[in-house]
């Protein structure tokens, strides 16, 4: 069956662009999160959906982040004038529901972002 | 200080060697515990999901948790080149998950 998918793969853009990521979930996956990861580090939690709602945003970098996602299905990160430091593969999981307590998450093959 | 630490290696041992992996972490409110796998280029896989402190076997895996001293280990007996992978600690409360910087493992045939 599909897994979680993930697009564009790679995008490199110009320092000051904006770049918008795509992320499709497992259908009927109620649950939605994103994670930063750079060379060397390990995951950064980002932000979680349960349907359409992220309740909390605490976990973005700055202002510059955003995202949202529609009809509980697909959703879209958005970095607005990119910085180098933004440089990172940008993954994306799902979950059947809200976790009560951790356990399976589906991730994607995330997108390689590289700002120059 | 991050909410869960790991050695991030490179860890090299020899086909059929056990492995340890392990982390430590800070906050004594956790209560979940995963482990995950990630070849190069592909997303993380969940490989065990443990509960409190204990042992979960699965395999020639063993994860195990000591919340005494908020140490969690993943053990891998009779290890495998395909084992050659990042291995990944986590721990998960309120509806966020902390990840340990990953441990690179390479298995030599």
């Known amino acids: 069956g599909a897994g979680v998918s993930q697009s564009p793969s790679n995008k490199v853009t110009e320092k000051g662009k904006d770049v918008e990521l795509r992320c499709d979930p497992i259908s009927g996956h109620t649950a939605l999160y994103w994670y930063r990861q750079s060379l060397g580090q390990g995951l950064e939690f980002l932000i979680y959906f349960q349907g359409n709602s992220a309740p909390d945003k605490s976990g973005l970098p700055s202002d510059r982040f955003s995202a949202e996602r529609t009809g509980g299905s697909v959703s879209t990160l958005t970095i607005q004038r990119t910085q180098q430091e933004d440089s990172a593969v940008y993954l994306c999981?799902?979950?059947?529901?809200?976790?009560?307590?951790?356990?399976?998450?589906?991730f994607g093959p995330g997108t390689r972002l590289l700002v120059l | 200080q991050k909410e869960v630490e790991q050695d991030p290696g490179p860890l090299s041992v020899p086909e059929g060697a056990i492995v340890s992996l392990n982390c430590t972490y800070s906050n004594s409110a956790f209560q979940y515990f995963m482990w995950y796998r990630q070849y190069s280029r592909k997303g993380p896989e969940l490989l065990m999901y443990?509960?409190?402190?204990g042992n979960k076997e699965d395999g020639r895996f063993t994860a195990q948790v000591d919340k005494s001293s908020k140490y969690i280990s993943l053990f891998i007996r009779d290890s495998q080149p395909s084992d050659s992978a990042t291995y990944l600690c986590?721990?998960?409360?309120?509806?966020?998950?902390?990840f340990g910087s990953g441990t690179k493992l390479n298995v030599k045939p």
């Open positions: 443990t509960y409190s402190s």
């Open positions: 986590a721990s998960y409360n309120f509806n966020k998950f902390y």
């Open positions: 999981a799902s979950s059947p529901s809200l976790l009560a307590g951790g356990g399976t998450q589906y």
